[in-house]
C-alpha cells in the first residue's frame, strides 16, 4: 500500500487522466477480445505505455529541475493523445455497433427545416472554402501555440492548468463518442465522392481534405468510406476542443487570444460548411465544452485529495 502511495505521490493529474483512459482500454481489450484483431498486442501496447509514464513520473520526480526532464515532461503527452485517439476506433463499433446519423440528421430538421449543410452551400465559394479548410487544419496548432506561449512565459500555473483540462477534454470527447455513433453529413446527406467537384477550393484545399480523411480511416483507395471512416463526430471534437482553447487564452490573457478566437470560430463554422459535422454536433460541442471547464477543476481537486500533485 505505501509503495502504491508513493508512485501516486510522483503522478501528475494529466498521468492519472492518461492512466485511466489506458486502464479504460485494457479492460474493453479483455471484455472484447475474441472480436479484436490484435487484442494481445493491444492490450500489451496499453500496459507499456503505462509503465513507461509511472517510470517516467519516478525517475523525473528526481529531477525535478532539470531541464530536459522538465521539457519532455510537457511534450510526452502529444504522442499519447494521438495514440489514445487512434485507439478509441478499435473500440467504438465494439461497445456500440449503431450509427446515429438519421437521428441527427432528424434532430438538425426539427430545428432548422433543412439540412444546414445543404442550405449553406448557397454561399460556397472556392475562397471561402479554402480559408475555412485552412482553419479546420488549424485544430492541432491552436492549443500547440497557447502551449508554447506559456511555456515561454514562464509560468508553469497557466500551462499545467491548461494542458490538464484540455487533456481531460479530448479523453471525455473520446469517451462520448460511445454513446452516438456517426459518420457525418459528407456520407449521409452528400456523395463523398463529389465533395471536391461540388465544394471546391483554390490549391490547399485538397490536399488538406485527403490529409483529413487519412485520419479519419479514409484512403484513396477505400472501396466504401462509409464502412470504414472513423465513427467521431456526436459530439464535435473540434468544436469542443477548440471552444475550451478559446476560453483558456481568456481566461489567462494569452496575448494571442483574439487570432485564437477568430481562427476558432472560424474553425467551428467549418465544421457545417465542409460537411465533417451536423449542427447539432457544434450545438453538443459548445455545451460539453462548458461541462469540460466546469467539472475538471473539481475531479482534479478529487485527485490532489488521493495524492496526485498538480505538476513537476
Known sequence: MNKLKKIINVLTISDAYI?????????????????????????????????????????????????????????????????????????????????????????????????????????????????????????????????????LRDSDDNFFEFARIVIFGFFFSYILYFFMPAIGPRFTIHDFSMLNSELPGLYLTNFFRDLVNAGGGVMPDSVNPAEVVNRDCMPSGHTMMTFITILIAFKFKSKYKWFVAVIGFSLIFSTVYLRYHYVVDVFAGLVFALITMWIEPKIELLLRSLGFYKYN
Not at 494481445?40 to 529531477?63: C, R
Open 19 to 151: 492512466l485511466g483512459m489506458l486502464l479504460l482500454y485494457s479492460l474493453l481489450s479483455i471484455l472484447f477480445w475474441s472480436e479484436l484483431a490484435t487484442p494481445l498486442l493491444n492490450l500489451a501496447s496499453y500496459i507499456v505505455i503505462s509503465t513507461a509514464v509511472v517510470v517516467f513520473a519516478i525517475v523525473s520526480s528526481k529531477y525535478k529541475g532539470g531541464k530536459v526532464f522538465t521539457l519532455v515532461r510537457r511534450l510526452y503527452i502529444i504522442p499519447i493523445v494521438f495514440f489514445i485517439y487512434s485507439n478509441i476506433h478499435l473500440f467504438i463499433p465494439l461497445v456500440n455497433p449503431q450509427d446515429y446519423d438519421n437521428t441527427l440528421i432528424a434532430w438538425d430538421l426539427a430545428i432548422f427545416g433543412v439540412n444546414p449543410t445543404e442550405w449553406i452551400t448557397q454561399f460556397a465559394s472556392p475562397i471561402l472554402t479554402e480559408y475555412l479548410q485552412f482553419t479546420y487544419m488549424m485544430f492541432y496548432v491552436l492549443p500547440f501555440i497557447l502551449g508554447i506561449e506559456f511555456t
